[in-house]
């Protein structure tokens, strides 16, 4: 098989973009969104339905509740940020299916999509055209 290919087919199998993971949800029981970042920031807005886990705090006994046939999506803030790659890392590590939101809560904010929190947004609630 062609080199290239196989890079987008890896790199598709690891990370889903804020539109992927809008659609999934609407169909898809296995997902489970998990906000990475400090509990101050998953206060101040998250995904709806996302659970927040730390990822400095990704431990066995941390996890153990959590249901290894599910896919977990891990997101943080953005770009900027590396605390999904961070819990993407432990979590598989951990022996979870893991994806990677790319673009984090501002690209999922950017493509339209509501917020929960303190400082939620309704956002367009609209599938993007990517």
């Not at 249901?67 to 022996?95: M, P, R």
Request: net charge negative; proline share 3%; aromatic share 10%.
């Amino acid at each position: 098989m062609n080199e290239q290919i196989k890079y987008y087919e890896s790199k598709l199998a690891f990370e889903m973009d804020p539109s992927d993971l809008f659609a999934s949800l609407e169909t898809d029981t296995n997902l489970i969104i998990v906000d990475t970042r400090q509990p101050f920031g998953y206060e101040k807005e998250h995904i709806p339905t996302a659970i927040n886990l730390p990822h400095r705090e990704m431990t066995v006994e941390s996890t153990k509740h959590l249901d290894k046939s599910k896919t977990y999506v891990c997101y943080c803030d953005g770009i900027g940020c590396n605390a999904s790659t961070k819990g993407a890392l432990k979590l598989a590590q951990l022996g979870f299916q893991v994806k990677e939101l790319i673009g984090g809560i501002e690209w999922w904010k950017f493509d339209g999509y509501a917020t929960e929190g303190v400082m939620a947004s309704e956002g367009a609630a609209v599938q993007c055209a990517c």
